[in-house]
């Protein structure tokens, strides 16, 4: 029971990431309020049901396809993210040095 909860936590989450992209009001209630939301996240949940039950092979397929992408995902968000720590640390758009950036990071993150 507590790994179907997990999973549909995930999916969840998920499916809130890419409200984004379809302009979708931000889900603040205990049930969802929006019909969209809600289909997007049906949608979802079915693509992980169908890799799911194609076996371990087909999981490990989509993971080689989808890992690359996530590290790009995460270098991209970092260097977003950087300019708007810079900001709200040292009143600039930039860090001078890395020890301004190590400095800002043990104070904020």
Known sequence: MFYGSLAAAM???SAYALR???????QLEWCPTSIAFIVITLL????VVAV???????????????SPW????????????????ALHTHATLTFTSFDDFLDAAHRTI
């Open 70 to 85: 996530m590290l790009a995902c995460f270098l991209c968000g970092a260097a977003v993210a950087l300019p708007y720590l």
């Open 20 to 26: 984004l992209a379809f302009g979708l009001p931000v």
């Open 44 to 47: 979802l949940a079915a693509v």
């Open 52 to 66: 799911a039950a194609n076996g371990f092979e087909a999981m490990a397929n989509f993971a080689t396809i989808c």
């Open 11 to 13: 999916i969840t989450v």
